[in-house]
């Protein structure tokens, strides 16, 4: 049973254009949490997804970022006109059910992106 | 609004000493707590979680937590590190807001074992 699979594991852009970014939540997960951690920091919350729809985006910039989680292939996190403040590792996380269920989340090894 | 800190960024510790990594909590809720364990280029791996019941939860590789209602701590413990323990711990809470329950970390606490 594979784990979260992201994709790429290094993305290197330039000042404004665009990233994506990929997971494959784990077989039989429906719930998707994307973070992301800044040098020196903890993970940060940005958005949780089930299929086909946001659930809370409360952490996600206003701006520029937007996430998918269609219901055949993976959830997509992209990014708009990438500035030096965007470079990040960015992980994905799935769960079976949400958190308070006892169902504890996966995590990938994460994307690190990387603003020339 | 939940939060964790980690007063400790850095800590450095000899093989088969014992290890104290420390997290307190911020919560006006019930609290479910969580640790972490990143190593290099990894990512985040369950160490252990408090839920409900004894307040005492331990991990299969010797890592022991303790919740501590009267002092908002989740301390992580272990009574002999091995040089495989060196990475970053992450302590975090469950938190509600924004109408749905997401982990917030701590900034993250680095154990280096030194043989």
């Known amino acids: 049973n594979a784990g979260v699979m992201q994709n790429p594991r290094h993305l290197v852009r330039r000042r404004g254009q665009e990233a994506r970014l990929r997971c494959s939540p784990m077989?039989?997960?429906?719930?998707v949490y994307w973070y992301r951690q800044l040098p020196e920091e903890g993970l940060k919350f940005m958005v949780y997804?089930?299929?086909?729809?946001?659930?809370?985006e409360s952490g996600m910039p206003k701006e520029r970022f937007s996430a998918e989680f269609p219901k055949e292939g993976p959830s997509i996190l992209r990014i708009q006109q990438v500035v030096r403040g965007d470079s990040a590792a960015y992980f994905c996380a799935s769960s079976p059910r949400g958190l308070l269920s006892n169902q504890p989340q996966h995590f990938g090894d994460g994307t690190r992106l990387s603003i020339l | 609004a939940q939060s964790v800190t980690q007063l400790d960024s850095q800590v450095p510790v000899f093989e088969e000493a014992p290890v104290e990594l420390r997290c307190n909590y911020s919560?006006?809720?019930?609290?479910?707590l969580f640790w972490y364990v990143q190593y290099p280029n990894q990512g985040l791996q369950l160490l252990l979680k408090?839920?409900?019941?004894?307040?005492l939860v331990e991990s299969i590789n010797g890592f022991e937590a303790e919740f501590n209602k009267s002092q908002t701590s989740f301390h992580l413990r272990k009574p002999s590190v091995h040089i495989s323990d060196t990475a970053e711990y992450f302590c975090?809470?469950?938190?509600?807001?924004?109408?749905?329950?997401?982990?917030?970390f701590g900034k993250g606490t680095k154990l280096t074992v030194n043989p």
């Open positions: 077989k039989g997960h429906s719930h």
């Open positions: 919560s006006s809720v019930s609290v479910y």
């Open positions: 408090y839920l409900s019941g004894s307040t």
């Open positions: 997804l089930q299929k086909e729809n946001i659930i809370d």
């Open positions: 975090a809470v469950i938190s509600s807001q924004g109408g749905s329950e997401k982990l917030v």
